[in-house]
């Protein structure tokens, strides 16, 4: 992550893995379930999503998940728009 966004904005893992956060700024990123659209937030925790409520600091890395069901989730920062992330589970 940088300082307003997501450097990846898709990552695909094997289900039962966990996603590594890394932020490379200062800025602190509070990470849910959700996404941001069209400049509004709407949260939602899809089914089989793990329930994501972090808060990652500047320059430090936090470990979300495990995912252990396969789809596709949707994580986003409610701190700054349109900063989404798609998490693909195989």
Do not use: R
């Amino acid at each position: 992550m940088n300082e307003t966004d997501f450097v990846q904005k898709s990552v695909t893992i094997q289900k039962g893995e966990s996603v590594t956060l890394v932020n490379d700024s200062a800025a602190i990123h509070v990470i849910e379930n959700g996404s941001w659209v069209d400049g509004v937030q709407l949260p939602k925790i899809e089914a089989g999503a793990p329930q994501i409520q972090a808060s990652v600091d500047g320059n430090i890395s936090q470990i979300i998940g495990p995912f252990n069901t396969a789809g596709t989730f949707h994580l986003y920062c409610t701190v700054h728009p349109n900063m989404n992330l798609t998490v693909i589970v195989h």
